[in-house]
């Protein structure tokens, strides 16, 4: 199904992104590998060119519009059109409001959100043509606001709203749109964490909770955008939160509440 789709991956150079692109590439799709560092881009070029898949590389931010239409620009420069777009890049942050410096929210707002949506205006146009699709990815943490986590929760659940309005205003275009949740997945050894202060820090191993194997949270992500669904989980966690938050609001945050401690002690 995948076999000469054009697939842009946002945030593509580790963790989720990377595999994501790498899986859809030994699909035979051509691939977009993205993120504001250039070695890193450069290097995941150079390794997927190596296996002989057919990729792109392009640096930049994508909470940057203009930076947004030169990447569609290049994409259809190289491969002539688009089919999926990937909204992957996203940022972590932990903290209290009460502690957390007011340009740590901006930072994540832009990332997470903005870099969410300026993607997705941009590539539009020419995903319609192809009847393609757009998959937002959010978090377990955009399904409920969790305490620490105010900023990641708030924007993680922010495009959720955003994919909710695009699916229904792209009913007669025929674009698909999606949105996926993965639980704790297996991070890369480099993946960062904003602190309150802001400072970017390398995330530490979880071994507080349960993580899930990497391959498993992307193959969930493969096969959503396969059957065009709208929201898909990594794990059971996720599908029995989001139904026990819809069917009882006021019961799920009351279990936070007892929860709280173990959430924000949490690395
Ligand atoms: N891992 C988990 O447990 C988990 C759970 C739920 C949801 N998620 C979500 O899944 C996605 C991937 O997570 P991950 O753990 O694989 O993250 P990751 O290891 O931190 O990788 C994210 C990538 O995004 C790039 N990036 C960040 N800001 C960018 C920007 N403004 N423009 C372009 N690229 C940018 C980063 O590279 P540069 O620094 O070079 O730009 C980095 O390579 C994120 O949206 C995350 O919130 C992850």
């Known amino acids: 199904m995948f076999k000469d789709k054009v697939i842009i991956i946002t945030g593509s150079v580790q963790g ?18 993205n993120s504001r560092t250039a070695a890193k881009v450069e290097a995941t070029v150079a390794e997927f060119t190596a296996k002989g898949h057919d990729v792109l590389g392009v640096t930049g931010d994508v909470s940057d519009f203009e930076f947004c239409l030169e990447l569609k620009n290049q994409t259809v420069a190289k491969f002539g059109k688009v089919d999926y777009l990937i909204n992957n890049a996203g940022l972590a942050a932990k903290g209290k409001i009460t502690d957390t410096q ?22 539009l146009p020419e995903i319609k043509k192809t009847k393609g699709g757009v998959l937002f990815i959010s978090s377990m943490a955009g399904i409920i606001g969790l305490p620490s986590y105010s900023a990641y929760s708030g924007t993680k659940r922010s495009i959720v709203s955003l994919a909710e309005s695009l699916k229904n205003e792209l009913v ?6 999606g949105v996926n949740y993965p639980g704790f997945t297996e991070n890369d050894a480099k993946k960062e964490i904003l ?16 993580v899930e194997p990497l391959d ?6 493969i096969r959503q955008i396969e059957k065009r669904k709208f929201r898909s989980y990594s794990s059971y966690k996720g599908r029995a939160l989001q139904t026990m938050y819809r069917l009882f609001p006021t019961l799920s945050l009351a279990v936070l509440k007892k929860n709280r401690r173990k959430i924000m002690d949490m690395q």
């Open 16 to 33: 989720i992104g990377k595999r994501t692109a790498e899986l859809f590439a030994e699909r035979g799709a051509k691939v977009v590998i």
């Open 102 to 123: 007011a340009n740590v929210y901006e930072k994540m707002y832009a990332v997470n959100v903005l870099g969410s949506l300026f993607p997705t205006m941009a590539f």
């Open 172 to 177: 007669d275009d025929e674009v698909y749109i």
């Open 195 to 210: 602190s309150p202060s802001g400072e970017s820090k390398v995330m530490i191993k979880r071994d507080d909770v349960k």
């Open 216 to 221: 498993k949270t992307v193959n969930k992500i």
